[in-house]
T-cell receptor, first 114, second 112 residues
Framework: GAVVSQHPSWVICKSGTSVKIECRSL??????MFWYRQFPKQSLMLMAT?????????EQGVEKDKFLINHASLTLSTLTVTSAHPEDSSFYIC??????????FGPGTRLTVL | SQKIEQNSEALNIQEGKTATLTCNYT??????LQWYRQDPGRGPVFLLL?????KEKRKERLKVTFDTTLKQSLFHITASQPADSATYLC???????????FGTGTRLQVFP
């Protein structure tokens, strides 16, 4: 139980294009979903928290117009990196939290911007 | 601001021994603490959650302790195996809408 999927698992795009990453909770409903990014050999950095049907709450320093988050249903959240640049290249991981305190993570998406 | 430190960037132990990982925190009062395992290029996998009113929790070969006075959690893997080699992350939270705060992780290498 408590499986979270992400799609795509990796993506390469040209600078200036937009990339959408999907996060799905497969066997439970997630009241809250989280988006993280992780640089090599560093820990997870929370980007934003989203609750179904409401606007995402972004962490300080994260541009909400650049990283668009849509939590359309209790099982799906999407992160769109708009006008991507090479510095946006990173490992993006989502997590979903059903009722309770435990977060269940997706397998991550490796974004490379050329 | 709150700070979470995990012991040594890397820990190397021999197969069969007990691995002990440390998570220390300051300027924070968590309601619970979680441990995750992360393999290279993968998302973290939940292992154990221990609450502030619990001293110890076990799951198969894993044992976690939580000392709110010392502001420390210890994570033990007994009879360690090479398959246990991974990075282990501790994370603190207060519950509700509060976010998890992650430590930097300890990379464990179990050699035969």
């Amino acid at each position: 139980g408590a499986v979270v999927s992400q799609h795509p698992s990796w993506v390469i795009c040209k600078s200036g294009t937009s990339v959408k990453i999907e996060c799905r909770s497969l066997d439970f409903q997630a009241t809250t979903m989280f988006w993280y990014r992780q640089f090599p050999k560093q820990s997870l950095m929370l980007m934003a928290t989203s609750n179904e049907g409401s606007k995402a709450t972004y962490e300080q320093g994260v541009e909400k117009d650049k990283f668009l988050i849509n939590h359309a249903s209790l099982t799906l959240s999407t992160l769109t990196v708009t006008s991507a640049h090479p510095e946006d290249s990173s490992f993006y991981i989502c997590s979903a939290r059903p009722l309770g305190d435990t977060q269940y993570f997706g397998p991550g998406t490796r974004l490379t911007v050329l | 601001s709150q700070k979470i430190e995990q012991n040594s960037e890397a820990l190397n132990i021999q197969e069969g021994k007990t691995a002990t990982l440390t998570c220390n925190y300051t300027n924070y009062s968590p309601a619970y603490l979680q441990w995750y395992r992360q393999d290279p290029g993968r998302g973290p996998v939940f292992l154990l959650l221990i609450r502030e009113n619990e001293k110890e929790k076990r799951k198969e070969r894993l044992k976690v302790t939580f000392d709110t006075t010392l502001k420390q959690s210890l994570f033990h893997i007994t009879a360690s195996q090479p398959a246990d080699s991974a990075t282990y992350l501790c994370a603190l939270g207060r519950g509700g809408a509060d976010k998890l705060i992650f430590g930097t992780g300890t990379r464990l290498q179990v050699f035969p």
